[in-house]
């Protein structure tokens, strides 16, 4: 049977290649109830964006794809070269590519576009959901990273956010802080981080007996060290009461205290500042700054170990791995 093409697609449709293009590279304007016809052509007609089904069945092209938020974040660097080491372990090249954080980066790769045949993709998705991965249209087996997608028919990989904010704000309560501001909160965005961190945080105080104050959440756009100084600095103009700040992730963290020193406060006599993702920056801080230690060099193994498996395996789809964590305690707190 001869491969079906994108001309095949649009004639069984009644479009022209181009618009089934359009669609599978998620580009140019295309009706919602369009692209719905075509992708169930898509469907029915098995056609695929790139060779990489054959390919497995043929043998492995020794190279994988890894796609990341942003490759500026310290977090997301550290974690792609450690998917680099543990690849080289097993001789395999990494392909590495950034996203954004944006749907339609996302949606392109996890359909192989833009890219040459892989063996496989790991793709740490903000936003896209698990009915978009359902949909995806090609076959290359893929790993995802992180807390967005919980539950999805794809082998996962992620810390449990929850059990570690907790942990790290009990840490701040057992050194004898009561007022705790939590800065990292979001609205409206799509990844679940925020979330899950502040969910861990309101557990933490409820199991010590502290009422939660609304007034020291303290909302933030990103997790960069800019808008953790914002975030200090509203909290300080505000008048809060505080001894201590769990802050969603070590940028943040850093920030927070760079504004807390230029305005005259100790570290951590007026105010204990606990992190989260142990970069490497957070060791260097002055004072050297307490953090959530995911590891990293785990979550790098054993993604590559489901990706491997789930190229031969299709059993092993939908496998949920939690990777440990510890708390790192240092001269912040």
């Known amino acids: 049977m001869s491969r079906i093409t994108l001309k095949d697609v649009g004639e069984h449709v009644g479009v022209s290649a181009k618009t089934v293009s359009n669609v599978v590279n998620d580009t140019g304007w295309v009706t919602e109830e369009l692209k719905a016809r075509v992708r169930s052509a898509i469907k029915e007609l098995g056609y695929r964006p790139n060779a990489a089904a054959r390919q497995l069945r043929s043998g492995r092209s020794g190279m994988i794809a890894v796609a990341l938020p942003d490759l500026a974040q ?135 007996g502290i009422p939660l104050d609304e007034s020291l959440v303290c909302t933030v756009d990103q997790f960069v060290r800019a808008d953790g100084a914002a975030a200090a600095s509203s909290l300080l103009d505000a008048g809060a009461e505080f001894d201590a700040v769990f802050a969603f992730n070590d940028l943040l963290a850093l920030g927070a205290m760079h504004e807390f020193t230029e305005r005259g406060l100790r570290i951590p006599d007026d105010v204990a500042v606990m992190g989260f993702d142990d970069i490497e920056e957070a060791r260097f801080s002055s004072p050297a700054l307490s953090t959530v230690s995911p590891d990293t060099d785990a979550i790098a193994r054993c993604a590559l170990d489901l990706l491997l498996n789930e190229a031969s395996d299709a059993e092993n789809r939908d496998i949920e791995m939690t990777i440990p964590f510890e708390i790192v305690k240092r001269a912040s707190t």
Not at 84 to 113: D, K, M, Y
Not at 131 to 142: A, G, H, K, M
Not at 157 to 177: E, K, N
């Open 74 to 208: 310290p977090y997301f660097a550290e974690l792609a070269s450690a998917l680099v080491r543990a690849a080289e372990a097993r001789s395999i090249t990494v392909l590495v590519n950034q996203t954004n954080g944006q749907a339609e980066a996302e949606r392109r790769i996890s359909n192989g576009v833009g890219i040459p045949v892989m063996d496989g993709l790991i793709l740490s998705a903000l936003a896209l959901t698990a009915e978009d991965l359902s949909d995806r249209l090609d076959t290359t087996p893929i790993v995802l990273l992180g807390e967005h997608i919980g539950v999805s028919p794809f082998p996962h990989v992620a810390v449990d956010s929850i059990a570690a904010a907790q942990a790290a704000t009990a840490h701040l309560i057992a050194s004898g802080r009561r007022r705790i501001a939590a800065i990292g909160a979001q609205t409206g965005q799509a990844t679940e981080t925020a979330d899950l961190r502040l969910e861990g945080y309101k557990a933490a105080l409820d199991a010590a």
